[in-house]
């Protein structure tokens, strides 16, 4: 029975360790955990009913997904961007999601944009009921879709890479019930694109798409005090 039980507990672990990444990933995106804020391991502990060595692992994955830093006599911190950063970051982002859109073919084949479609419903129905958590995962849900139409998997896996790299900077415009909706339209201009064969607006689209995350975000160190 103790071995049993000790086999069940390390089958859990990952699946511990990966839903308090997913919750801390979430209050990072949605301004719950403010850049530059502490994460301590004895709140974690406490919060997430872990040891303190799979807080570490926590903690661990988070860095590796560019969420948290360590900082010399602090500890782990919500990651913070520069401005450098934030555009570089956002520059290859665009060179990335726009020569995806060059490469698509069109035209998309009517199951491969039904199911696109069944997605976005998903999302506008999150955007209406002002759901930002549903709102977030059927954006990605989106976004996983519309990008493997091309069936390109290095490259899908290089944008959701990137698109991760940047949720710490995404919470100025994901708690705004303005930028949900504008980019609710957008994800419908890049359908209808798809469905008119409209290679320059599918592109055009794809690279206004980034623009206000990024705006948002920068425009709120701006206003820090001190900046």
């Known amino acids: 029975m103790n071995a049993i039980t000790s086999d069940a507990l390390q089958a859990q672990a990952p699946d511990a360790v990966q839903a308090a990444v997913a919750a801390l990933e979430e209050d990072i995106v949605f301004g719950r955990l403010h850049p530059r804020e502490r994460l301590t391991e004895d709140d974690l502990m406490a919060r997430f009913s872990m040891k303190r060595h799979v807080v570490r692992q926590v903690l661990a994955d988070l860095e590796l997904l560019g969420a948290v830093e360590k900082k010399r006599n602090v500890g782990a911190v919500v990651r913070a961007f520069s401005a450098r950063e934030v555009m570089e970051l956002y520059a290859l982002r665009e060179v990335l999601e726009v020569h995806a ?11 491969r944009l039904t199911a696109l479609v069944a997605v976005q419903r998903e999302h506008d ?18 976004h996983h879709e519309f990008f493997s139409l091309l069936d390109n998997a290095v490259l899908g896996q290089a944008i959701e890479e990137y698109a991760r790299r940047t949720h710490p900077i ?3 415009s994901l708690t705004s019930a303005a930028y949900r909706e504008r980019s609710r339209q957008e994800h419908w201009a890049l359908i209808h694109a798809l469905r008119d064969g409209d290679r320059d607006a599918l ?6 798409h980034l623009v206000p995350s ?14």
């Open 125 to 142: 129905a999150a955007v209406a009921d002002g759901d930002a958590r549903r709102v977030f995962r059927s954006n990605q849900r989106f």
């Open 214 to 227: 990024r705006d948002a975000y920068l425009a709120s160190e701006r206003a820090r005090p001190g900046i």
């Open 203 to 208: 592109m055009a689209v794809c690279r206004n």
């Open 101 to 111: 859109a060059s490469l698509i073919p069109l035209p998309v084949p009517q199951a």
């Open 170 to 172: 995404r919470f100025g």
